[in-house]
């Protein structure tokens, strides 16, 4: 960490940015300067960014923090490592990519499902973590195109009018205002449904003074409790701020109540959300007086992603739109953990400033054991539940996976069609070719709230997992560093064998009441530690998890599946019990009903990577070689702690397809850092010796393969002379080179026999069996290079 070099800025640099004004770090002096592509513009000079106010210091723009020369990049949307929808990669046949989805697969039974069979338990009481974390936007693993700082003055509307086709009354929602034949709809009236007044004229104009203090320049923008007007606080450095109408009321009782009933939003305070400084009267209105955020909102984005690409939806990239996601959830998780609900998330909510995110227009905040004020939301973004039972949580969260999706594709008919439902992801290729983004969605956004995430930090968790895989797909193969899971410990296992016992492993839950005494229990037999566990104090989660992974280990499924089916009894979303299941279901080789518990488990927890190495090796026992390819490949690209035991597994679904050169391949992604290097290199020798149309070059890798890692001398003689004995097969049959290798050894039939001889004898020095030791001295003798002495 070292201190920010902007002139006047007291900040600290941290991941290469200021924690206080955002800029980019500056190289210390002797340190290589960014390369540019053209010559840097002088410090004073406008920034070249498209709508940005900013001038360039010290090499970076002083607003919205684009390096000189750089505005090109800056200003055009960054390439997408996944996709957008619609896309199918080059290559693909998207017919044939359907077997790689999970979705496809049978998933055990959970949450709302399980609780309507049976259980005693019908609503979801528990509640969610309370662990954070804190990023940048991208959250350090993709970048997203920064957005230039909007000139306050010039967001002000020169002719404020309200379009017809957006004129609604707003008390009965029926259409007011609009034309009638020639005569032109009126911005003022009654609506001639329900005869409520309108009016679609700003009440304020520029100049205007509210409340003595906030100096009216304009209306910014029409929203749904009328204008939305800029000023100047006259008290506060002419700072600008934002005026939203609160009511409009002759009743000044009505009026103060209203008034007093949003006051709480004043303390709100949070660097991502919109920051509410004050409440006004003026002429029988009420004003909530907000911090002006100049940036451009998700949606004004999209609308200029769209005239890009000529009128048509052009959606983010998945890896751009999780950002968002991932970088505002913190924002929701302050206001939930204040008893609030933000209630109208949608793209048009959330505007970027540079390379960071704020939350703006709290409207419709309220108090989530509120039953009596108002609720405000909009048609496709608003959980089904909200109109009979009022927001929540869980509501909130559907917002932001509703959010999430427009972001990502065109979803034609979220209004209408699709009012609650998603689109099918065999059918969706943003979803189809992203099978994680599809169900962490399908998660946020389930008819049954207490399906859904249980908080914003939980969401964000498996979004940023999400997020993670994404990138990966999309880089040069360079698998991802390891990052820590909240759920799962780290893959133990790199080497070629991959069992039930050597999966992840759970980790405990800090919180459940019988962990201590559960960590004061002695290492034991599983018949000794089953009897142990008989007498707990009490029956928690962990105990009845604790007596399945102890029946597992002593072989008893009867016993797994009864404190299993304990747990779920308690809590039906608890997914812990049906990992257990599925290890039960490994073991006991029942392919399918570990398929069934891996893949609702994945459904479940969908940014983690443990179910997908599970369900990868469920599928592979169980014969769907084209799905288990495809999840390890994800576990591979991913994580660094996963990529040994993914790579074996690939290696081992290649190979059983008869295709060697992938095998090789995989085993190739094994890093020289990994204690399953050596068995790699062993691995991808036999696999080589192995092909039936191997040539001498291949037969070369093999021999190299060995000659790079130490390995015990019986196992390297009996690799090397395999090797040598195909070299002169090949050899003596005319398929050498008088030029070429084997090795370290000359592809020659008197070079390649005394290289066999010396390898056979080598072995029968240390065989202890003396049948076997003489067979392999006349193997020698057979293979020897005679000569006349």
Avoid at 275 to 300: C, P, W
Avoid at 745 to 761: F, I, M, N, Q
Wanted: charged letters at 20%; a negative charge.
């Amino acid at each position: 960490m070292s201190t920010c070099t902007q002139p006047g800025c007291t900040g600290s640099v941290v991941d290469g940015y200021c924690d206080v004004c955002g800029m980019a770090a500056t190289p210390a002096s002797g340190s290589p300067a960014p390369a540019a592509s053209a010559a840097p513009s002088a410090d004073g000079s406008a920034c070249a960014v498209p709508g940005c106010s900013g001038h360039l210091l010290d090499g970076w723009c002083d607003v919205c923090g684009t390096p000189a020369g750089d505005a090109a990049a800056a200003s055009a949307p960054a390439a997408s490592p996944a996709g957008g929808a619609g896309e199918t990669p080059a290559g693909v046949d998207s017919a044939a990519s359907v077997a790689t989805s999970s979705s496809r697969l049978d998933s055990a039974a959970i949450g709302s499902r399980r609780a309507a069979s049976g259980s005693t338990v019908t609503t979801r009481t528990r509640t969610g973590s309370t662990r954070t974390r804190a990023a940048r936007l991208g959250a350090g693993l993709t970048s997203v195109p920064p957005a230039a700082a909007v000139d306050a003055a010039r967001a002000v509307l020169t002719d404020p009018q309200v379009p017809e086709n957006k004129r609604s009354c707003a008390s009965c929602g029926g259409p007011v205002g609009r034309s009638q034949g020639d005569r032109p709809g009126r911005p003022e009236g009654f609506c001639p449904a329900c005869g409520a007044p309108y009016s679609f004229t700003p009440k304020l104009t520029p100049g205007e003074l509210v409340a003595n203090q906030y100096l009216v320049a304009g209306a910014l923008a029409h929203g749904g409790l009328g204008w939305i007007y800029l000023a100047r606080d006259r008290n506060v450095s002419d700072r600008w701020v934002v005026l939203k109408g609160l009511l409009n009321s002759g009743d000044p009782d009505a009026l103060a109540a209203a008034i007093a009933e949003q006051r709480f939003l004043a303390q709100v305070e949070h660097p991502l959300i919109v920051e509410i400084f004050n409440f006004v009267t003026h002429e029988d209105a009420g004003y909530i007086v907000m911090e002006f955020v100049g940036g451009r909102s998700l949606k004004q984005l999209l609308k200029e992603r769209m005239r890009a690409a000529g009128g048509a939806y052009d959606p983010l990239p998945v890896d751009q739109a999780l950002a968002f996601v991932v970088e505002v959830l913190p924002a929701f998780q302050y206001l939930h953990d204040l008893g609030l609900a933000y209630c109208d998330f949608k793209p048009d909510n959330l505007v970027q400033v540079g390379d960071a995110v704020k939350l703006i227009d709290l409207g419709g905040v309220r108090r989530i054991d509120d039953d009596d004020s108002a609720i405000y939301g909009t048609v496709g973004y608003q959980a089904p539940e909200v109109p009979q039972v009022g927001t929540s949580v869980a509501s909130d969260l559907y917002t932001v996976g509703r959010t999430l999706v427009v972001l990502v594709l065109e979803f034609t008919g979220y209004q209408g069609r699709h009012l609650h439902s998603l689109p099918d992801p065999v059918t969706t290729p943003v979803f189809r070719d992203n099978d994680s983004l599809y169900w962490l969605v399908a998660k946020a956004c389930a008819p049954d709230p207490a399906d859904r995430f249980v908080s914003a930090d939980e969401m964000r968790g498996q979004a940023l997992g999400v997020l993670r895989e994404v990138v990966a797909r999309g880089s040069d193969g360079t698998t991802l560093t390891s990052a820590s899971s909240e759920y799962f410990a780290t893959p133990a296992v790199a080497t070629s064998r991959l069992d039930w016992d050597q999966l992840p492993d759970l980790r405990p839950d800090t919180a459940d009441p019988q962990l201590a005494w559960l960590l004061s229990l002695a290492p034991g037999e599983p018949e000794e530690r089953l009897r142990e566990l008989a007498a707990a104090p009490e029956d928690t989660a962990e105990v009845w998890l604790a007596r399945a992974r102890e029946s597992l280990r002593a072989g008893d499924a009867t016993g797994v599946s009864a404190a299993t089916s304990s747990l779920l009894q308690a809590d039906p979303w608890d997914w812990r019990a049906l990992w257990v299941g599925g290890l039960s279901a490994l073991a006991a080789g029942r392919w399918d009903d570990a398929q069934a518990a891996f893949n609702a488990v994945y459904r479940q927890v969908p940014g983690e990577l443990a179910p997908k190495l599970a369900l990868a090796l469920a599928c592979e026992r169980g014969g769907r070689l084209d799905l288990a390819e495809t999840l390890y490949g994800t576990c591979a690209a991913t994580d660094a702690a996963y990529v040994a035991p993914a790579a074996f597994g690939m290696a081992r679904v290649r190979a059983a397809r008869g295709d060697s050169r992938g095998a090789v391949t995989a085993l190739d992604l094994v890093p020289s850092t990994s204690r399953g290097f050596v068995e790699s290199r062993r691995l991808r020798a036999e696999v080589l010796i192995d092909t039936p149309t191997a040539g001498l070059a291949a037969l070369d890798d093999a021999m190299r393969s060995i000659e790079s890692v130490r390995m015990l001398d019986a196992e390297r003689n009996l690799l090397s002379a395999r090797i040598l004995e195909r070299a002169l097969e090949a050899v003596t049959s005319g398929g050498g080179s008088p030029t070429g290798t084997v090795g370290s050894h000359a592809a020659t039939e008197s070079s390649l026999r005394t290289a066999v001889e010396g390898h056979l004898r080598a072995l029968a020095r240390d065989e202890p069996d003396a049948g076997r030791r003489v067979e392999l001295v006349d193997r020698a003798n057979a293979v020897r290079d005679w000569s006349l002495t």
